[in-house]
Structure formats: structure tokens, C-alpha cells
């Protein structure tokens, strides 16, 4: 079957750095993207990996291992505002189906002063 | 102004009357899709389309249907909407996709 899992809730202090891990088993893969929410707004999109290693984007890094089915998103100097959902999404590529896009369940992050 | 709009942001209804969620994008996308988002279940694809004339169903698409007659509009269509089909939706474009504000939908 095809999952995509990460954990639910997190909590960090302002000024540190966390990091989000996204597991995923999917029939086809051609690509892994990360989005954030805000409550009661729609996501907005944060990166994009399709080969493995680090794309980094200012204080966001999202990280992906392809053999092992796992990305992070880490975000570094943590600010009140980051305190959202942070989404990992896969896309599918299963016998010519390239638009499916599966979406995790959501960490929802609680920055702390 | 490149958006994604949907139309309406709010509704309420009954079981059994038809209703449709519009969606439009200007940024000349192929690509557009429909999710739902339900709380503890998070964003379920509900159907995508590549292309004009092209549609596919996602995750979930039981209760629901689409047109894509032209590459700006993809309008989500509940021919008789039930009670399990409230929720928050997103139409989207392009990947990495553009959201739309979102229609929350409340069926009585």
C-alpha cells in the first residue's frame, strides 16, 4: 500500500533548530515536496527533491535518501512565525499515472519562546 | 496578480442538492487537482487533471466529479452531496502546487 509517515506533533524553543523526518512507501516515486500550513490557511510550498541529498533554501533544508524512503525538512533559527503544519508529500508515477500526489497527515510544530 | 482562486470560500447545504466549487488559475498551468482536508486524515488528492480534457482520479474521488473544458478552469461538481463529504477543500496548480484559499463545505 502507499504511506507517507511523520510524526504528529513537535515542540522547539525559539533561535534552535528542528528537524522533521517523513518516511514514505509509495508504488512510484518522482519526487518529494514539503509544504507549509498555517491554521486555517492553505499550504504553501517550502522545497523540492527529487535526487537524494540536501537542497537548501535560507533557514529551510530538506533532505532525501530514496533507498531508504526518508526525507527531513530541517528548519534552522527558529522563529515564532514557523509555528505551523509542515506537509511532506509524495508524487506517484504508478503505471503512467503521474499526477497522484500523496500527502502525509501533517507535524504540527509549536514554537516556545 | 498570479493566484488561484475558488469560489465559494464558505457554503452550507443539504443532502441531495447539487452543488459546484469553482476553481480558476492565471498562471497558464497544465496541471491542476482537487484535495479535501479532514482533521487527523490531512490532504486527500480527490481527482487531478494533466491536461485540458485529461482527468484522473486521486485518493479519493467516490461522490465527486470534474470537467476541465478549458486550462484555466477545473470546477469540482458534488452531483448529491452527503453528510461525510464536509470538510476544508483546495483546488491546486502546478507542481509544486499553488493553492487555492480553500471552500469549507458543511452538508446538513
Known amino acids: 500500500g502507499q504511506n507517507i509517515d511523520q510524526p504528529t506533533e513537535m515542540t522547539a524553543t525559539e533561535g534552535a533548530i528542528v528537524q522533521i523526518n517523513c518516511t514514505y512507501q509509495t508504488s512510484g516515486f518522482n519526487g518529494l515536496f514539503w509544504y507549509q500550513q498555517h491554521a486555517g490557511e492553505a499550504p504553501t510550498f517550502l522545497s523540492y527533491n527529487v535526487l537524494d541529498g540536501l537542497e537548501e533554501k535560507g533557514r529551510f533544508s530538506s533532505f532525501l535518501s530514496r533507498s531508504k524512503g526518508y526525507s527531513y525538512l530541517l528548519l534552522k533559527e527558529l522563529q515564532m512565525k514557523d509555528s505551523a503544519s509542515y506537509l511532506c508529500?509524495?508524487?506517484?508515477?504508478?503505471?503512467?499515472?503521474?499526477?497522484?500526489?500523496?500527502f502525509g497527515k501533517g507535524t504540527k510544530l509549536s514554537v516556545k519562546p | 496578480e498570479a493566484q488561484v482562486t475558488q469560489n465559494p470560500r464558505y457554503l452550507i447545504t443539504v443532502t441531495g442538492k447539487k452543488l459546484t466549487v469553482t476553481c480558476s488559475q492565471n498562471m497558464n498551468h497544465e496541471y491542476m487537482s482537487w484535495y479535501r482536508q479532514d482533521p487527523g486524515l490531512g490532504l486527500r488528492q480527490i481527482y487531478y487533471s494533466m491536461n485540458v480534457e485529461v482527468t484522473d482520479k486521486g485518493d479519493v474521488p467516490e461522490g465527486y466529479k470534474v470537467s476541465r473544458k478549458e486550462k484555466r478552469n477545473f470546477p469540482l461538481i458534488l452531483e448529491s452531496p452527503s453528510p461525510n463529504q464536509t470538510s476544508l477543500y483546495f483546488c491546486a496548480s502546478s507542481f509544486p502546487q499553488y493553492f487555492g484559499p480553500g471552500t469549507r463545505l458543511l452538508v446538513l
Open positions: 508529500a509524495v508524487r506517484d508515477h504508478d503505471g503512467g499515472s503521474q499526477g497522484n500526489l500523496i
